[in-house]
């Protein structure tokens, strides 16, 4: 009885090691097959010249990214590249560096007769050349492979494949390569990036973008414009930055991600710039075209930005931002500066700088913070001032941890000047005292704040007119062919001869 049991245990456990194994190559060849039905789309794209379909296939990148593995990498290159053995064994070499050397010794074979795997029959040998002789589909395989090597960690064989990828584009002038080229120059940078040579590819991006704006390249145009931004701002060079900007114009049919990229590199050079209105606006636009629940790195470095600048502009962010799931961790630092600001504590103020200093540095937002020691100061007289009506400098300058009382004298007179509070000074007996509040709404701060978001709701509109879309020759479907025009032509002719021939009979 207990062998009995013995032997259905193993049987089971050779039943569950099995259907593991047969749903792991279930999944690969999905995967496969849709990777093989993008490239149909991206055939399709090409024969009716219509980049849409392409456009398409790039939003499930990120969908299939997610789900590459050796097998299915090796699979792809054998199936396209069968009759080009040069090309297949670069890509496979490029595959095989980013795999295990145990692996590589395991799974050499990579023909089906050597796997021992069912050989795809789904399309003809002639039929993969064809597909792969053109050279969009054959982009769309380098750019899998390269995004492959990304995400193993292999950055020696990721250089390379990303030179060849590039090396191809640079030679082709087809506008069906231009939402392809666009998302090869990205991860071009972004491979040079995290090998920490992106200052070497600035000539490079500056050429394909002089070619790009000649070619009318929107979306091209507008991702260089963004990577040469990054590349500025990666090595703080914020004039060359600004310099670029004024230089170049940003096309307005550039997709909402590169948008909001656009957006918010803008809004940290006009943050670094002092125009810290500006610099509000651009980065809380970027926030809102910034996907919302995805590209969670980017929202978060927007909102440490934007954060900041509302600090620095005196106003408090709302609380519900930092109570965010996916922003609160992140954001942690950043509340407890907003406490410190919002209190007007100037103790707490360095507390924070010195415990997040090394953050906010790497973060690239120390240099803006330093400047919130101002803010802290005014926000803490205009508290002192609410709750005063007469107090001395002396008491000023203890409550705000200043050197000495007259420091304190000369920062409260620019309080006054700045408009921060109502209140005179008197130097003979060293004392401020406040005037009695006036009502708010006796101001012009209602109105200026009823304007500033009926100007955001008009910008919104006017970007969604922009960017609506019309299905194409749909104008001139009322409009007549020739073949019908010849035909009313004769009809009118036939019946002004017949209505000739009744006026005889009369």
């Known amino acids: ?58 939003r499930a990148l990120a969908s299939t990214r997610k789900r590459l593995n050796e097998e299915i990498v ?38 089906p007769a050597a796997t021992g795997e069912k050989q795809t029959t789904s399309r003809p040998q002639t039929s993969r050349t064809r597909a792969v002789a053109i050279p969009e589909v054959d982009l769309y395989i380098h750019l899998i492979v390269l995004l492959y090597l990304i995400d193993r960690n292999a950055l020696k064989p990721a250089l390379d494949c990303a030179k060849r990828l590039v090396d191809k584009t640079s030679v082709l002038n087809r506008r069906t390569l231009d939402l392809l080229a666009a998302k090869c120059y990205f991860y071009y940078a972004r491979i040079f990036e ?24 929107f979306e091209g145009t507008a991702v260089l414009i963004n990577l040469l931004l990054r590349n500025y701002l990666h090595y703080n060079l914020y004039s060359q930055a600004q ?5 170049s114009v940003f ?23 002092l125009e810290y209105t500006k610099a509000h606006q651009h980065l809380l636009t970027a926030t809102r075209k910034a996907p919302q629940q995805t590209a969670i790195g ?4 927007a909102h440490k930005f934007l954060i900041t600048v509302e600090l620095l502009l005196g106003d408090i962010p709302d609380k519900a931002t930092f109570e965010n799931p996916q922003l609160k961790r992140s954001l942690d630092p950043y509340y407890q500066l907003t406490l410190a600001v919002r209190a007007g504590d100037l103790g707490r103020f360095k507390e924070v700088l010195d415990a997040f200093s090394d953050r906010f540095q790497r973060e690239k937002t120390w240099s803006l913070i330093i400047r919130l020691r101002h803010n802290v100061i005014k926000t803490g007289i205009k508290m002192i001032s609410l709750s005063y ?12 941890q200043l050197d000495s009382p007259e420091d304190a004298e000369y920062i409260v007179a620019k309080a006054i000047r700045d408009g921060v509070i109502e209140a005179t000074i008197n130097h003979e007996q060293g004392y401020v005292q406040s005037r009695e509040i006036v009502d708010v709404y006796t101001t012009r701060e209602p109105m200026n704040a009823f304007h500033q978001r009926i100007e955001f709701c008009l910008k919104v509109h006017n970007e969604a007119v922009k960017a609506m879309r019309y299905p194409p020759k749909k104008y001139n479907e009322d409009l007549e062919t020739a073949q019908e025009r010849r035909e009313r032509e004769q009809e009118e002719l036939e019946y002004a001869k017949e209505m000739a021939d009744d006026e005889d009979d009369f």
Request: glycine share 2%; no cysteine.
């Open 251 to 273: 096309p307005d049919h550039a997709s909402n991600n590169e948008w909001a990229r656009y957006l918010y590199y803008l809004g940290r050079i006009r943050a670094m710039q």
């Open 298 to 301: 980017f929202r978060q470095d």
């Open 243 to 247: 310099k670029l900007v004024l230089k």
């Open 74 to 111: 090796r699979r792809l290159i054998s199936f396209y590249y069968g009759s080009n053995p040069s090309e297949k064994e670069s890509l496979l070499g490029f595959a095989y560096s980013a795999a295990q050397p145990m692996d590589v010794d395991m799974e050499k074979p990579s023909t």
């Open 1 to 58: 009885m207990v062998e009995i049991n013995d032997v259905e245990m193993k049987e089971a456990d050779q039943a569950t090691t099995s259907n593991t194994t047969a749903t792991s190559k279930d999944a690969n060849t999905l995967t496969l097959d849709d990777i093989k039905e993008q490239v149909r789309t991206i055939e399709k794209a090409v024969n009716s010249k219509e980049p849409r379909y392409i456009l398409r296939v790039l």
């Open 389 to 400: 009506a007469k107090i001395s400098f002396s008491d000023v300058a203890r409550k705000l």
């Open 194 to 217: 995290l090998n920490n040579m992106l200052d070497t590819i600035r000539p490079f991006l500056h050429s394909r973008l002089r070619t790009a704006t000649l070619r009318n390249d």
